[in-house]
């Protein structure tokens, strides 16, 4: 939501206009009240809250109207002072000032074509130095014009003037310039609570008769009221404390007019000097944590689109697969129907063509549905007690002709059992078919493919290991190896989709076990899948005769 001055700044010309009219008749009625008060020796306003309505009336005016804006600033400056009992000269000589210091703070803080704001650090940095800038114009201005016309002391005029400007345009402007928002109800008793702490030291530091330093008592309070409540909070608290403290020291009341004998005048620009800087410190912690939380919320919500884009690409994967795989299903099968005809020798290589593509197809659409059923049901498949040993073996048996095949040699060899886990055994079955059939696709012919199964070093769980002495995975591409269709430098040539390893990895996951690979991409590739372990150790299982591969005992 927008603050006050981008709203007002963003309406219609003739609300615009009727708020910057309210503001000049604030701007005129609060510098009378500010000339009713007590002043001090100088003739210098204890503090001149109309500078505040001044400058928001700038703020609030858009390119050239801010001219005619600064001209009755002026004009309701002089006639504010005049009304208080000022001369003319002197009037005229603190209207200019009023209108300059707006001017100046309005040019450094509303950017061309831009209204003001206090949303960020820079913001509070750009509005820090417009509120220094517009005191000290105000100040050299008003000084000099006492100066000439009322032989005034030049430093202590100036020494006054200063302060009760910039104080004013401190507390009040931020109330208009900070972003309003929705409140968090979840946090309404702690602010309750912290409200009330800060009315207590308020109390104790400038109550009467308090003479202990303790002021700075409300910048922990302030602070929590940053990091807890937001930068809205803290510019209502902050203006607060500082009427009251102000309010009080001008009474002759609290720790800053202990010992001065009475000059309110000097106590108050000590106490305002001392507010600014609090209330600047303040001010840039709450804009710095209230972009952190704009931050935060924005990367939430790229995180809820991207999950929620991912999950509508896992469902338009999972629909187009499954509409695939029918007419797939049908290419094949009337494919292998003609292989069993009678064909001559271009006909039977055609089939045998679409059969073999036929095939790389459907393993696709396969490999697509599962993924995308990982990504919707996490969970995985019946959870019983799997014989590894067995799985091994069996795994072993089916994938030897692929082996023969390619002429590699596949071999399996077993550490001391039992080799009972409690897992899926579907996702255990593909999870070593994927591995093998991948070292067995990347090793050329002549080479070895090893798969191991034995008990993991800290006796909890049990590992699985494929190994090969192909072609391997260069050491810069191990990173990215489970990434969805990465295919590494020396895959390339090779027919593949980039799913087989992220579909492992998934499965691993799914099973609650663990995937690790190593390759220094020369001397083949190493994959580690560690399972957890069956709870109720079940009775070994005898180990089937190995019919198409080697199975060894260590």
């Known amino acids: 939501m927008n603050n006050v001055v981008v709203s007002l700044w963003a309406a219609p010309r003739r609300w615009r206009y009727a708020a910057v009219l309210l503001l000049l008749l604030l701007t005129y009625g609060l510098g009378r009240a500010a000339l009713a008060a007590p002043t001090d020796q100088t003739g210098v306003a204890a503090w001149w809250p109309a500078a505040a309505a001044a400058v928001l009336a700038m703020c609030v005016a858009r390119g050239r109207e801010r001219i005619l804006v600064a001209v009755l600033v002026a004009a309701v400056s002089v006639a504010a002072n005049v009304g208080g009992g000022r001369p ?23 950017r061309r074509g831009e209204p003001a704001r206090l949303d960020t650090v820079r913001d509070v940095l750009r509005f820090s130095i417009a ?6 114009v105000i100040g050299l201005v008003a000084a000099g014009t006492l100066v000439l016309f009322e032989g005034a002391v030049f430093g202590t005029v100036l020494l006054n003037a200063i302060p009760s400007h910039a104080f004013a345009v401190f ?27 800060l009315l207590l030291v308020l ?6 008769g308090r003479s202990l330093p303790i002021s700075f008592l409300i910048l922990p309070l302030l602070t929590w009221a940053a990091f807890r409540f937001g930068i809205r909070i803290v510019a209502w608290e902050l203006c607060g404390a500082a009427l009251v403290a102000s309010g009080l020291t001008s009474l002759g009341i609290g720790y ?21 800087t609090y209330a600047s410190s303040v001010l840039l912690l709450a804009a710095e944590l209230a972009q952190r939380d704009a931050l935060l919320d924005r990367e939430r919500e790229v995180v809820h689109a991207l999950r929620d884009l991912n999950l509508q690409k896992d469902i338009f994967v999972s629909s187009v697969s499954h509409e695939l795989r029918t007419p797939i299903t049908s290419i094949l099968g009337f494919a292998e129907e003609l292989e069993d005809t009678t064909l001559d020798a271009d006909q039977a290589r055609f089939t ?21 059923r990982m990504s919707t049901q996490p969970d995985a498949g019946q959870i019983e007690p799997v014989d590894l040993e067995a799985l091994v073996t069996d795994c072993v048996e089916e994938l030897a002709p692929q082996a023969q095949a390619a002429g590699v040699s596949l071999t399996a060899e077993f550490g001391d059992g039992p080799f009972d886990v409690r897992s899926s055994a579907s996702d255990l079955r593909r999870i070593l078919t994927n591995l093998v059939s991948n070292s067995l696709k990347f090793t050329p012919p002549h080479g070895q493919v090893w798969i191991g199964c034995s008990a993991a070093q800290d006796g909890l769980g049990m590992l ?7 072609v391997g995975i260069p050491a810069g591409d191990l990173e990215r190896v489970f990434d969805r269709f990465f295919r590494s430098a020396t ?20 099973i609650g076990g663990s995937i690790d690979l190593q390759s220094d991409g020369r001397n083949g590739t190493h994959v580690t899948v560690a399972l957890p372990r069956l709870r109720t150790v079940l009775p070994a299982a005898t180990t089937p005769p190995d019919s198409s591969g080697a199975t060894t005992r260590m």
């Open 88 to 110: 003319l000269s002197v009037a005229l000589g603190f209207g200019l000032a009023n209108a300059l210091e707006a001017w100046v703070f309005t040019s450094i803080v509303a």
């Open 131 to 136: 509120v220094i800038c517009g005191a000290v």
């Open 171 to 197: 507390v009040l402007v931020p109330l208009a310039l900070v972003r309003s928002g929705p409140g968090r109800p979840e946090r309404r008793l702690e602010l309750l609570i912290q409200m009330g702490f």
């Open 203 to 208: 109390g104790v530091a400038y109550g009467p």
């Open 256 to 276: 800053f007019t202990a010992g001065q004998s009475g000059a309110v005048g000097t106590s108050g620009s000590f106490v305002q000097i001392f507010l600014v």
């Open 352 to 372: 045998r063509v679409i059969v073999r593509n036929s095939h790389r197809l459907a393993q696709l659409v396969e490999d697509l549905l599962d993924l995308s």
């Open 464 to 470: 699985l290991t494929v190994s090969d002495n192909g």
């Open 491 to 510: 895959a390339e040539s090779l027919a593949g989709t980039g799913l087989g390893l992220p579909l492992t990895k998934g499965l691993v996951d799914r």
